[in-house]
């Protein structure tokens, strides 16, 4: 073992859209794909101002939950790889995002018990010196959601709530959640 | 709505990697004035590290064309500046190479301008360079761009404020847990004590990491400058952490 020193992280500065939007960034899956679900919403400064700069990416299971990975222990997903699983949108200039993706499935915990359906989320903006890590969560998983080791974690029901994209209009394939960085219902942060 | 067994399979043994405490700058550094309403005020909380955590995407030679590693040959005619060669290897700290991952660069030109509407530093953009770059490490880990040696700039941060020449790199590693986005600096650059950004980084050693090396055996001769840059991703947890240098 070398224990190499690590490689300390830097902002993405303002410019981050010169190198990092793909063009088919934002849609996981094409936006025509049976059982497409979109998550869109806005990211917020602390004074409740959009971040026209930002980049928003997401990291996910299959619907099945599963992860074409090497060190996923339970072997290839039955659809082999081709979900892609990662999706990147810079924010626009009122701080909106938009993925568009399937729906993850439940993942079983290495603790026992089981994760809710969830993304994994990466914030990258000017001014921030290393990325912020949250996550985004459904709505309408009401009974996973309370038993997903993450969510409970998290002591105040408001906070955890930061989480939880809710069904537009009871639209169970529209999602909507805003991130705030800072302030007044601010976003609960991972250290992973 | 998802259904699932009762109960979750045993036996699901994951890798973990380590957590690194003191390395990357505070979110919340006062002289980088856009960290004031960007920092989180809440501290972050731990998360074990699950699938998703130590998963991440594979993406490989799919999102890279065969130009996108020499940003002096994306146009019709060549760019003004200093022809340069920027390589080294992607590695985990256990010293393993990381192979086949995605490396993307963007940077500014020689005098110092971005290709980017809201860059108003009054330096000429060139026709011939859009900064960015990408390609996939070898078997070795190793990645190489030739590219132009971009130039310092003004900003705004407060008075007389200039960034030191730099080139941004995003880095996925192979899971989530290693994403980093960071950015590689040139040798003896004279405004790196001046740099509130580059110094946001708390120790001194790990900010000279930042900085590549230049070496003649990667220079070409009659042709470019070559500059060496290793980039250490984190490794398993349990490593043991020393200073390289």
Known sequence: ?192 | MTTHPPSPPAGLTLPSYERPSGLHPPLDSPGYRSTALRAPSQPLLIMPQRLTEITGPVLGEGRVGPADADLTTQHAGEPLGERIIVTGRVLDSDGRPITGTLVEVWQANAAGRYQHATDTHPAPLDPNFSGVGRCVTDSEGRYRFVTIKPGAYPWRNHPNAWRPAHIHFSLFGRAFTQRLVTQMYFPGDPLFEYDPIFNSIPDPKARQRLISRFDLNLTEPDWALGYEWDIVLRGSAGTVFEEQR
């Open chain 1, 1 to 192: 073992m070398s224990g190499l020193a690590l490689t300390p992280s830097q902002t993405v500065g303002p410019y981050l859209s010169i190198g990092l939007p793909w063009p088919d960034g934002p849609t996981v899956v094409p936006e025509d794909t049976p059982g497409a679900i979109t998550i869109t919403g806005r990211l917020l400064d602390g004074e409740g101002a959009p971040i026209p700069d930002g980049l928003i990416e997401t990291w996910q299971a299959d619907p099945d939950g599963r992860f074409a990975h090497p060190d996923d222990p339970r072997g290839a997903p039955a659809h082999g790889a081709a979900f892609r699983g990662f999706g990147r949108c810079p924010t626009a200039p009122d701080g909106s995002y938009r993925i568009v993706t399937l729906r993850p499935g439940a993942l079983p915990s290495p603790d026992g018990g089981w994760e809710a359906p969830h993304l994994d989320v990466s914030v990258f903006a000017r001014g921030l010196l290393d990325r912020v890590v949250t996550r985004i969560y459904f709505s309408d998983e009401a009974e996973a959601n309370a038993a997903d080791p993450v969510l409970s974690a998290i002591t105040d029901p408001a906070r955890r709530d930061t989480l939880i994209a809710t069904a537009e209009a009871g639209d169970q394939t529209r999602f909507q959640l805003t991130i705030r960085l800072q302030g007044e219902h601010e976003t609960v942060f991972f250290d992973v």
